[in-house]
């Protein structure tokens, strides 16, 4: 046998060795984490939760729902609600948010169907939980008093002055081309106070996930329970379970759910659910 060629042989198998060794190192790690992610996430569905606001979102949106958003268009039909913000990148009065008129208390769950309708690959969507204003003047505790103040929805109106969690997702940086570069992210507002976003995201960021292309239903389930917050995304074939832990902020305890597109971001929604736990 050619001895240069055995050498090589050898130090292409332990180099294979070395490296299938690491890779096993972290999968363990990364499967021991999921599953204990996963335990408590299958362990809070099997909880008995009682069912209090349902819409298909077939029939007509403002029984159930307002909307902040000059140019804002929402429409029904027997495929679901289409929410479409406005047409104008990088324009405020494009942003758009519809709110439920009720509001939540407690430990919820949020279940939906969601399905990208557009082509964008920058900008967000986000799911608001739980908002309630800061208190300070002119921005009372029930948002819907003051609605007047968020017909052009700037982001700023938001994280300035409510308190809520927040989660990011089919979403991009503003400038992205890269469809690949989605990501998924939480943030707990901090009202009235200087820091505005910096320093509000709760850890950690998920990114490049693969999901939400356009035209694809996806089921979404987001559970809140404490300082837990799960976010369960599935399709027919990809799942993703995201997983937050709040306790360095500030709980929130109440308020209404919201969907904010910014700019050009356009879906579908359907069977929209909202549960809370029967022992509360």
């Not at 180099?15 to 809070?44: K, P, Y």
């Not at 309708?117 to 900008?123: F, Q, S, Y």
């Amino acid at each position: 046998m050619d001895m240069n060629k055995m050498g090589m042989n050898v130090q292409s198998l332990v180099f294979l060795m070395c490296v299938s060794c690491l890779i096993a190192g972290c999968a363990g790690i990364h499967d021991s984490t999921t599953d204990s992610h996963w335990q408590i996430f299958q362990e809070l569905c099997d909880a008995n939760w009682k069912e209090i606001f349902f819409d298909s979102c077939t029939e007509d949106w403002s029984d159930r729902w307002t909307l902040d958003g000059l140019k804002a268009k929402v429409t029904n039909s027997d495929k679901g609600m289409d929410f479409k913000a406005g047409p104008i990148r990088r324009e405020n009065a494009s942003h758009a948010v519809m709110w439920t008129k009720e509001s939540f208390a407690g430990n919820i769950r949020i279940d939906y169907e969601y399905t990208k309708l557009e082509d964008v690959v920058e900008a967000v969507t986000i799911l608001y939980i739980q908002a309630t204003g800061s208190g300070a003047e002119g921005y009372g505790k029930d948002i819907s008093n003051w609605a007047d103040k968020r017909e052009v929805a700037s982001m700023g109106k938001y994280f300035n002055h409510m308190n809520l969690y927040h989660i990011s997702y089919a979403a991009f940086e503003v400038g992205n081309i890269d469809p690949a570069k989605d990501y998924i992210r939480a943030r707990r507002y901090i009202p009235e106070s200087s820091i505005g976003l910096a320093n509000t995201g709760l850890k950690p960021d998920y990114f490049e996930t693969g999901l939400f292309k356009k035209g694809i239903p996806h089921k979404i389930t987001v559970i809140k329970k404490g300082y837990d917050l799960f976010m369960y995304i599935r399709n027919p074939e990809k799942e993703q379970l995201c997983y937050w832990k709040t306790d360095a902020f500030p709980p929130i305890l109440e308020g209404r759910i919201g969907l904010r597109h910014m700019w050009t971001r356009c879906a579908r929604y359907r069977n929209f659910r909202i549960s809370q736990l029967n022992d509360q």
